[in-house]
């Protein structure tokens, strides 16, 4: 069967931390995918607030964002009360939209990689609009300080 291939960034900007509960484990007794889709998102919105904006405001007041695509890759199994740190890099900017890359570990073990395609969309318009300046310039500050 061909598999979709993530492979790791060189660099992640943004990292926060997460512990695996019980509606996080499937009956497989480890973390769900329908839980990573969770973890990841809440990763994403966390990255947003951190730079003092959100998926519903890149900054310009009218622009958020809307999920185009996702691929996730399972490197290793995560269990109950496991401390994971899910790392963020958001790279390949068009005038459209951007890549949101993921990688979450714990202690330094890869356990998978996420990469979500999101398109700049304009809410009061319902359509896709171009990223904002303020965006890009936000995100290239926080970056530096990292």
Do not use: W
């Not at 809307?66 to 900017?93: K, S």
């Amino acid at each position: 069967m061909p598999r979709i291939r993530l492979e790791e960034q060189p660099a992640y900007e943004f990292t926060f931390p997460v512990t695996l509960h019980p509606r996080d484990i499937n009956y497989g007794g480890h973390l769900g995918n329908d839980a990573l889709v969770i973890l990841i998102g809440s990763a994403r919105a966390q990255m947003f607030h951190s730079m003092g904006l959100s998926e519903g405001d890149l900054g310009d007041g009218k622009t958020g964002i809307i999920m185009a695509d996702l691929v996730m890759n399972y490197r290793a199994e995560a269990f109950i009360f496991e401390q994971l740190d899910i790392a963020t890099h958001v790279g390949e900017m068009q005038p459209g939209g951007f890549r949101i890359f993921h990688r979450v570990t714990r202690d330094s073990k890869l356990i998978a990689l996420a990469e979500t395609g999101v398109m700049a969309f304009d809410y009061t318009k319902h359509r896709v609009a171009h990223v904002p300046d303020v965006f890009i310039e936000t995100l290239e500050k926080a970056c530096k300080q990292t």
